[in-house]
Every structure is written in structure tokens, then in C-alpha cells.
């Protein structure tokens, strides 16, 4: 099952950085849902077509698409095969309705909606399906997530110890997290296939 290999990946990724303290599954699921809703905004964005099941000039998208995080751009009406047609003025009211200002668009008009998600797992918690493409360029941020989450979980109880070691080594532990929680979004944004200025790599940049 996929999940149980996330588990592992993480409980993996945990001794990597010497944590010592035993994770059970649930607090693993939540840090993997923690880890999910960090990389929403990272992860490169969705494009699906909509058709639009009632007619108004304010259309909440989230009945369409439930994994909407936050709209990027929408363009409507939609043809796939005049995909630079221009499509109605719109404005977002929110992060997933959407304000046509200069049209009503109709039920059945087709709708391009370009949106970062907040992915499913099945099994996690309530989720019946996969959002999340199953694809080790998507698999390797949330690991790296959920183990910062959990990292980030374990210091705050050690730095309430008693005992001088035990909280020096919660402050250790809060910097790894916080360093794997920045290599998650690191690895998220990667994806999106940024164009780098060539002359840069002359700078180190």
C-alpha cells in the first residue's frame, strides 16, 4: 500500500537525522497531511477543464475541483482547440471563486482552471483517492515534510525539559526540521521548471 511506504520512507528519513523517539502510524498520517497542505502552494500547478454545472457570474470552483488550494487563472469559455481564445474578464473573490465581471457564464460552458491543489493520499484519514501523482519527484518533498513536521513536534517537547541536554538537543532538533521543511519546498519549487539565467552559473548564483 502506497501509504504504508510513505510510513516507512519517513520513519527512514527520521533516523537519518538521529531522531531517537518512536512514531507511530497516526502521527505519521498527520505529519503527512501537515506536509500536504505546506507544499500545496509549491508543488507545480493543475490544469484541469471544468464544465460548469449552473449559470452565474460567481462560480465556486471547489464543487468542480474539491483539491483547489488557490486559483492561479482562469480562462472561460474554453476550447482545447483555440486554446489562446480570449475568454471573459474575471476577478478571484477568494481561493477558489471566481468573479466574471463582464459576462454570465452558462451550465455546460466549458472552463480551463489553472490552480495549485492540496493532494489526497488514499487512506490518509478521510481520502479515498491519489491526487498526488505517484512519482518520487512528488513523494521525496512530502517525506521530506512530514519529517520536519515531526522533528519540529519532538523539539518542542524536549526544549520543555528540565534537563539542559535534553533541551540543546530540541533546539538541534528544531533546526533540522526547519532545514528539511526548506529542502521540501525547495524540491517542490524545482519542479516547476523555472528558467535559470545562463550568465548565472558564470556568479555561482
Known amino acids: 500500500m502506497r501509504l504504508d511506504r510513505l510510513r516507512d520512507e519517513v520513519r527512514h528519513k527520521l533516523g537519518q537525522t538521529g531522531a531517537t523517539s518512536t512514531v507511530d502510524d497516526a502521527a505519521i498520517d498527520h505529519a ?3 506536509g500536504l497542505a505546506l507544499l500545496a502552494s509549491y508543488y507545480p500547478a493543475v ?6 454545472e449552473t449559470a452565474g457570474k460567481t462560480q465556486d470552483l471547489k464543487r468542480l475541483a474539491p483539491t483547489i488550494a488557490r486559483l492561479d487563472e482562469v480562462r472561460c469559455p474554453y476550447d482545447p482547440a483555440d486554446p489562446m481564445r480570449l475568454g471573459y474578464t474575471c476577478s478571484m473573490l477568494d481561493a477558489h471563486t471566481v468573479y466574471f465581471r463582464d459576462a454570465e457564464p452558462q451550465a455546460g460552458e466549458k472552463l480551463l482552471a489553472i490552480y495549485r491543489a492540496r ?3 488514499a487512506g490518509l484519514f478521510q481520502d479515498e483517492t491519489d491526487s498526488l501523482p505517484e512519482d518520487p519527484a512528488y513523494e521525496h518533498p512530502l517525506v521530506l515534510a512530514a519529517a520536519g513536521h515531526l522533528l519540529a513536534l519532538e523539539s518542542l517537547r524536549l526544549m520543555l525539559s528540565l534537563d539542559p541536554e535534553q533541551r540543546q538537543a530540541g533546539h538541534t532538533l528544531r533546526d533540522l526540521g526547519a532545514a528539511l521543511s526548506t529542502q521540501a519546498i525547495d524540491a517542490a519549487l524545482s519542479m516547476n521548471g523555472l528558467l535559470k539565467n545562463p550568465a548565472w552559473s558564470g556568479l555561482g548564483l
Open 32 to 34: 503527512l497531511e501537515q
Open 119 to 121: 493532494h489526497t493520499i
Open 47 to 52: 490544469r484541469v477543464e471544468l464544465t460548469l
